[in-house]
């Protein structure tokens, strides 16, 4: 019988920002944990909020085998790493909400006819996971996050832009051009030269890549609901496309391991390489009962069986800046877009309620209302751009993300 534990912690300062100013301050301090018990196939769980008698948890682990909730994989065995990015600065609540608010008074200063809302947390975190099989895997980090939502003076729209950047430490000029990026040229109006054109976005797994968390799941791969059911180890995109579980943990800010401890060679794992289709994303269960790879993909609740996760899967580094991807062409820049969604069959299209036409080094003005549209086979392969090394933040992990893609009006100026 294996018994492990699994850990989360956070200590986490939460800003509430209205209309420039901070409105509200909440400090939370979490740990949640989880006791998992391995016997014959099968797992037991139970978890806990605070402090907690590892005894009285275990018999509840314990108590929830006899449902048979079957789990036949082989636990984290004989492995031990720590990763500890919480000392890469020292900043202290106090620093931490006053530095916040010289930034938002800067801002309304420079941009009167603007109002920034929404929020800005100071997080440290920490994943920990322990069994009596050897494994001992801790993961400690520390981040500022601003989330800011930007609304024009004039505009009736609920908002006009979004600001967000996520860094280590405190950069103030790196905070102040990512936030305002946008609004020192919002008053510019200009339209999409091209019907066909560059469309960038700020990395986010969430946007451009929805069609891969969704299909290249293990469990839709396995059951052949997904649209590359059957391609594993064909060519189906660019060359200079590969898509990797990316868990280094300085570069990406994700835990090098995942939620069944699984640690990578190297903290990452190919999924697809060059073009080539190597492997869908998966927990040690739907590994085990497909006979895929496992991918470092098993995530879930402190208190849950651990099922398959895209929620650290990335696009490989180009290795170029975006004004040398972009070759002397305009770009759109997309700062917001919803209404849109891949079809089964990997067509996509969008509306894009904020963009602005980019040349590789600044904005040049706001563009109206437009749609994009393409399809997942051409937006990863022969218009597949790339990924630059740089974002509007050099300590971010977002970075650009290019495609050429077909661009039309389909509205004013919101």
């Not at 939370?28 to 014959?40: F, M, V």
């Not at 909020?49 to 984290?76: Q, S, V, W």
């Not at 024009?152 to 967000?164: E, F, N, P, Q, T």
């Not at 109206?368 to 740089?390: A, E, H, T």
């Amino acid at each position: 019988m294996t018994r492990e534990i699994y850990r989360v912690k956070s200590i986490k300062t939460s800003l509430s920002v209205s209309n420039n100013r901070v409105s509200a301050i909440q400090k939370a301090d979490t740990e949640k944990t989880g006791l998992r018990i391995y016997d014959n196939g099968c797992i037991g769980v139970a978890g806990a909020i605070g402090a907690y008698d590892e005894d009285t948890l275990a018999g509840r682990a314990e108590h929830m085998l006899k449902f048979k909730i079957p789990y036949e994989c082989e636990p984290a065995r004989d492995i031990r790493r720590t990763v500890d990015l919480s000392e890469s600065f020292t900043l202290s609540d106090e620093d931490f909400v006053q530095r916040s608010e010289e930034i938002l008074a800067t801002l309304a200063r420079q941009y009167p006819l603007f109002s920034f809302s929404h929020k800005i947390t100071y997080e440290e975190t920490e994943k920990h996971l322990h069994n009596n099989c050897g494994a001992e895997l801790t993961c400690r980090d520390k981040a500022i996050q601003f989330e800011l939502l930007i609304k024009h003076r004039d505009s009736k729209s609920m908002m006009d832009s979004i600001g967000v950047t996520l860094m280590r430490g405190f950069d103030e000029d790196a905070i102040y051009k990512s936030i305002s990026e946008t609004c020192a040229c919002y008053e510019e109006k200009v339209t999409s030269p091209e019907e066909k054109m560059p469309v960038i976005m700020l990395h986010s797994h969430e946007f451009f890549l929805m069609k891969f968390l969704s299909d290249l799941n293990g469990r839709a791969m396995g059951t052949e609901a997904s649209l590359f059911s059957g391609k594993l180890g064909q060519k189906l995109f660019s060359d200079d496309f590969s898509l990797c579980v990316q868990r280094e943990p300085r570069e990406f800010f994700q835990s090098f391991f995942d939620a069944e401890g699984t640690v990578l060679p190297d903290d990452h794992f190919k999924l697809i390489e060059n073009g080539i289709l190597k492997s869908p994303f998966s927990s040690k269960k739907i590994a085990g009962q497909y006979g895929y790879a496992v991918t470092g993909s098993g995530e879930g609740e402190y208190d849950s069986t651990p099922d398959t996760s895209p929620g650290a899967i990335g696009v490989s580094s180009s290795g170029k800046p975006i004004k040398e991807l972009l070759d002397g062409r305009q770009a759109i820049y997309i700062v917001y877009a919803s209404g849109g969604n891949f079809t089964s069959q990997g067509e996509y299209a969008t509306p894009v309620q904020a963009s602005f036409l980019f040349d590789g080094d600044e904005l040049l003005g706001r563009l109206p209302q437009i749609s994009i549209r393409s399809n997942v086979y051409d937006m990863f392969g022969k218009d597949f751009i790339g990924l630059s090394i740089d974002g509007n933040n050099p300590h971010a992990p977002l970075k650009y993300l290019a495609f050429d893609m077909n661009v039309s009006r389909i509205g004013d100026w919101m």
